[in-house]
């Protein structure tokens, strides 16, 4: 049996992330095996265990993006169009310079 363990001190980061944020994060999509992130066209951030996405809408997502960037979270994905129940910030700590993107 295969026991995924996240990313050394990811979860540590999140959970220090969702404490200044003061409200629930849920989580959308956490961990992805490779295998499922080839078959889609994804990028491997969250096979690595350094990426999630969290359900957010604005305003909360302004505040959730500054205090994700004071966290170190470098990598930050916007959907922010459509349903209101289909948008989330793509969160990650898998990228060396901060960049920051829409879908």
């Not at 001190?9 to 499922?36: E, K």
């Not at 305003?59 to 004071?70: Q, V």
Request: proline share 5%; glycine share 8%; with cysteine.
């Amino acid at each position: 049996m295969v026991v995924y363990v996240p990313a050394f001190g990811f979860l540590d980061d999140l959970s220090a992330l969702r404490h200044d944020f003061g409200r629930p994060m849920i989580v959308s999509s956490g961990y992805r095996c490779r295998r499922y992130n080839e078959s889609k066209g994804y990028t491997q951030t969250h096979a690595t265990g350094k990426a999630v996405d969290i359900k957010i809408t604005n305003p909360n997502a302004h505040e959730l993006t500054r205090l994700a960037f004071k966290h170190g979270f470098k990598g930050i994905g916007w959907q922010q169009k459509g349903p209101r129940d289909k948008r989330f910030i793509h969160l990650d700590k898998a990228r060396t310079t901060p960049v920051i993107w829409s879908y």
